[in-house]
């Protein structure tokens, strides 16, 4: 029988990890105890959370954990990698339509300094690479393509370029001068059509310039030969279209995953999971069917919870709708210690959740997807997203974290916090949480605690 | 019924005694703020009780707010400073609709509904330029008090413009406008418009006057003109603004108290 749903600290996951292991826990072939990632590769961040008590959150820890030994296994077998940066899961999704191609996102560097506590030294290496703080925590990603100690070099690295992250942008240059080779493809910013223009649909109740489609779809198509090259097959319409079932399938769990948790009356599944489990509709944590067993895990212990009436977190907590990935995964404990749970989230890759149409062309329907990433577009489309899903999942709420020396978007908090006050008159907060956070906890705290007091006084 | 708030700042400590049947502050206080927080607390708490003739047992609840909160033991719950501040303000000033609360280490912009209750608040969490520490590194460099800083700023003509956002950089543009020749008074009044003008751009544009001016900042003489001339509206100082988080505190006590919810 499985124990009431509880969050569990380092410590206590080993004794609940050896009653798993005594109750005949079956596991993949990256499993094992969460302690092994502390010992073996320094994950030393992992001590300082906390963790849901679940098998399904164990078996989404060690996918997470283990993706670059799984690269590196990967490589080990003949797979072709591929790095793609900056798109928030578009190029990825053609990537997995050929066989033996693998896609990770290199980006997602930018959690190493925090989970290995700054012991990689990957940001002061990126400094000395002339990548200061100034930048965005990604720049941990320079340093870990040079060491080798973390992913694999990838046989290809594609990355987006125009409207997205100015830091983001000059790290891949500073990367490209270092001598890795990058295929570049451009992403025009999105504009809303023009009286004369031919408009589009795209996910998310957005609308396009017809023209900016056909500019993102012929810059897909380049992409997609350079994929084919690689993996030495055509990557044709019957090959994408069989990638874009397989990527919603992905979507549609965790679009199930999310309703499941966030409508729930109280948090079967903590937010730190949640965070987790959703950054996977980006790359899928390089393995496509995995993702799919994990997240068929969790859901199935997020709907037994709430059919058992068990929770994480009190119903009492303060409904939170965050906005932004943290670089300190702490700060998602936190919020729940201090009494609030997360009903609702836009991480950056909103785009990402929505299904890709499968009625239209391979390509055009990819265009569409790309073009309606919230980095690509005006922060008023964001915020009037985040507003319906306040609306929906009745957030009492919101919480901007800022990632320091990110500069997508300088005003972004400024202006979803006007239109949330405008629109539904709910607090919102701007929360800066650099990688490692700890000295700035209790500041943290105080914010945190004051917007869940205002939030509570606003019930009576 | 008596409640007492304790307000642990992060460069003092304030408390305050109140009498909820009459409405009235009791006794009230201030001590500077130091590594044995609780112990600086209990002493100015028991002073405080002296001050009024009471003893402990006539304390029917205690709330500590401030940067310092968690560090007060005896107090029967904590609170934020949002939430005391607004409370405090709104006992002093019941129209005010926007507070701003400039304290020793950060500052606030808060936003009341009628009824008192906090619409919405913004913090500012990135540099000491908006706060009370810049008034206190221009005191020490030039080597005078609070109060005499704030006379001086009323005698400025022109003040000087200060244009560095980094407090640490600032000092050294105020060195340099000092051995230019720039007026003692036009230098001190540049700090307080820079000050006012790091405030301006935490609020943004959500003030709705009556803004009402608290916390330490705020006895500075020049200081709410500054903040009225950046945010182009009145701007009134609390009465004794440096207690208004501690008087916030004592009042949520006495809910607090009752239903052991912290007043909320």
Known sequence: MNPAPRKLNLDEWDERYEQLCRDGLREPGYGGSLRRHVVHEKDFRLEQLQFDNS?????LWNFLLTENARLHQARARGDKIVGTMKDLGTVPVMAYSLPGVRAFYPDGAWWTPCLMECSDKLLQQAEAMGIDASFCPVRAMLPAFENGEHFPKPDLLICSTGAVCDDFSAIAQRLEHRGHSILWWEMPRRRAPAANEISCALPGNLTAPKIQVDCVRTELQRVGQALGELAGKTLDDDCLAAGIRAANQVRQLLNSLRQTVYSAPAAPLPALEMLVAEMLAIHFCSDHEETIAVLDGLLAEAQARVEQNQFVISADAVRIFWVNPVADLRAMNLLEELGGRICGSDYMFTHALDLIPENLPPLEALARIALADPMVGPTADRAARIVRDCLANRAEAVVVSRIPGASHCAREGEIIREIVRQQIGIPVIELEIPPVCDAMLPTLGSRLQALLETARARRL | MIYAGIDAGSRSIKAVLFDTSRLQILASGLADQGVEQERLATELFEKLLRDAGLERSQISGVVATGYGRNAIRFADTTITEITCHARGVHQLAPDARTIIEIGGQDSKVIVLEAGGRVRDFAMNDRCAAGTGRFLEMVATRLDMNWEKLSALA?????????????????????????ASGQPLPDVVAGVQN???????????????????????????????????????????????????????????????????????
């Open chain 2, 154 to 178: 009323q005698q400025s003509t022109k003040p000087a413009i200060i244009s560095n956002m980094c407090v640490v950089f600032a000092e050294t543009e105020i060195i340099g406008l000092l």
């Open chain 2, 194 to 264: 820079s000050i006012a003008t790091r405030v301006a751009a935490l609020a943004g544009r959500f003030i709705s006057p009556p803004v009402c001016f608290t916390g330490g900042v705020a006895l500075q003489s020049g200081m709410a003109r500054a903040l009225e001339e950046v945010l182009a509206c009145p701007v009134r100082v609390a009465p004794q603004p440096q207690f208004t988080g501690a008087l916030g505190a004592a009042l949520s006590a006495k809910p607090a108290n009752k239903n052991g919810d912290g007043g909320l």
């Open chain 1, 55 to 59: 098998a399904a959150a164990l078996r």
